[in-house]
């Protein structure tokens, strides 16, 4: 990492890539995925990289998860052909949705009689189906418990003649408010619990309905999947700050960091301003425990040819601006870092960090593109 | 915009533009420049685009700010010829700089004898330099009692040979702060006063020197600008929810909007869930006056081929994920809605959704591309 700050050849806001992180985290998932004799079907979202992708592919994996309709398009073109679009299907996309399903097998969700019924009249392919279940997240899906709802939405499915029901899904998002392993264990239970008493309910029904769950948080930390069938987490791969807060990994499972050029300094304050701003991190932010108030972003040190995250609480991103980003930091640091030096911090969301960089330069000096 | 959402020409999340809104915002700025004998230099970061900077050559604007190098190519390409580039000089991008000051007027901040001697030793063409004055927001620049340090800044800059000094320049951003036309009175005065006391000083030595300020809030609200030379707002352009809150425009001068499909409805919570998350928005929130959760949007009504702002407080936007958008809503309205439909959100903030959604679609169904 040296010689890419010493050369020059960062210029930019960059967002770099630890390749060997990154490969450990996907290994780390697909074992345990086999471990449990669970469907690994990864949301892309986060690395939105036919490259990384290779990364999966090399430890078996050939189902993915994506958030959008583009999305699936650029990996079906990429070769993948067995998508999952992990979003409320959307109405207006349905010539794209009927060229797509004509491409690769295209799993999509549903979660009411009006959408069943707008597929069933406009697809001439067959899909599957998942129907979402709201397991306590309370964004999208049926509630668990709404047999009501619930029997419509099969009943529509059933008449169609063109969708398949493949089973129940749900993202147990709220696992991101969780600040401890036993915080993650319980949305664990209560959420698998519920997809659980479903499975029970309709097997009879439907013999081969699976069960999937998707959030990282989860994903990463339980050892416990007994009666799920498939995993669909997706920001492990790179991992970031709210991961670390949650208690999802360890800061140096971090696998992507910022390279900032330092633009001004700022003594009577301790700042360091950089360019690097809203427009490259996002303005996702992060209330550490005991902390008080958002960051935006940590510091991590230079460590032969690599970082090490620093002491979060001392050295953090304080503030970000359009372009500028303000960073506080400790006398020590501030006086390692001149005008023109190149400092890495470390993401609060790296989902959105990488949506926003568009292309990722490995600690080896390669760029990776995205979509 | 009832055939722009009726024909399905619209089936992702879109930035809509009202151009007249948007030329009657360019207008009003342009004449109270001029006004008051200002030099208007518009900041081009929210907008980025070429086509809409030639809704302001219409009104005489030959000069401009950017934010980064980058976009002062892109609008050096497209026939800019004055540019000042509104961020701290970055030193890693020394050949960027060498090559646009031998094509355009380029005008550049600094704050360091470091920053200036590192121009002077790698420029061989005359580039204007501003001092940038914190004025009191504190982010970036010199304190403008700092004369121990304007002193050095200024020798280095007399030494260089090569930089031209211009003047002072400061971005009161913490009138982003006021939630009142007095609070934005007296930040313009506090702010506007140090620069006066700056050119009092330095008149004698540097008789040309200009002062440069530059945030929308003061420059649409303030009418008094004796002894300011130009004024470089750039929000005003689209303006947004913040600067409503700020009292810095009212809602009917908004000119963009985010048009979301809706793809599920909650009844129980009375939500509508759209496409339309962080990756459109951007998270950047806002605290109303009286409210006490943070708001991602405020939901606006179709009305007569275009939209017009309905109760923020009770039809607003409550939570943002990637591809999410939750929308809080009175039964009114929830009702109005059907799975499919479009709904119109206006930003919290236009430069980061602009910056998102890298183009525009005018009332009129015409496509706007920018930077």
Redesign the interface.
């Known amino acids: 990492m040296n010689d890419l700050f010493s050369e ?1 050849s ?3 806001p960059t967002l770099l890539l630890d390749e060997a992180t990154c490969k450990q985290n996907i290994r780390r998932m697909a074992e345990k995925a086999k471990r449990h004799d669970l469907v690994f079907r990864p949301h892309f ?1 986060t690395h939105q990289s036919l490259h990384i992708g290779q990364w999966f592919k090399a430890v078996g994996v050939d189902k993915i998860t994506v ?2 309709l ?1 999305m699936a398009e650029y990996f079906s073109e990429g070769g993948w052909e067995d998508i999952t679009v992990a ?7 349905i010539e ?1 949705i009927r060229k797509l399903a004509s491409a690769v097998r295209l799993n999509l969700l549903v ?2 009689v ?2 069943v019924e ?1 597929l069933s009249e406009n697809l001439d392919t067959p899909v599957q189906v998942f129907i979402k279940i709201d397991s306590g997240y ?3 899906g049926i ?1 668990a418990d709404d047999t009501q709802k619930l029997g419509a939405v099969l009943g529509a499915i059933e008449r169609s003649g063109i969708l398949n029901f493949s089973g129940f899904l749900t993202h147990a ?1 709220h696992s991101y408010g969780a600040r401890s392993h036993k915080e993650i264990a319980e949305i664990h239970a209560s959420s698998t619990g519920a997809l659980k008493k479903l499975k029970d309910t309709y097997q009879s029904q439907f013999p081969g309905l699976i069960l999937s769950i998707g959030d990282t948080p989860t994903c990463s930390v339980m050892e416990d999947f007994e009666g799920i069938d498939e995993i669909r987490p997706g920001n492990f791969v790179f991992y970031d700050l709210v991961q670390y807060a949650i208690g999802a990994c360890h800061l140096d499972d971090i696998a992507v960091a910022m390279a900032c ?1 330092v ?4 003594e ?2 301790q700042e360091l ?1 950089v ?1 690097g701003g ?2 490259h991190f ?4 992060l209330v550490l425990k005991h902390g008080t108030k958002p960051i935006f972003g940590a510091v991590a040190d230079h460590k032969e040819g690599n970082w090490i995250a620093g002491d979060l609480t001392r050295n953090y991103v304080s ?1 970000l ?4 980003g ?1 960073i506080k930091v400790e006398k020590e640091v501030f006086d390692r870092y ?3 030096s ?1 400092i890495v911090i470390l993401p609060v969301h790296s ?2 960090t990488a ?2 960089m568009k292309s990722y330069l490995t600690l080896e000096g390669n760029e990776v593109d995205r979509f």
């Open positions: 020059g960062i210029s930019n979202k958030s959008s583009a979003f409320p299907v959307n109405l207006r996309e794209r979660e009411s009006a959408s707008f309370h964004r999208t509630l998002g050029p633009v001004a300094k700022h009577e304050r301003i360019y809203g427009v996002s303005k996702d932010q503030k601006s359009q372009e500028h303000t001149d005008i023109g190149i989902c959105l949506n926003l």
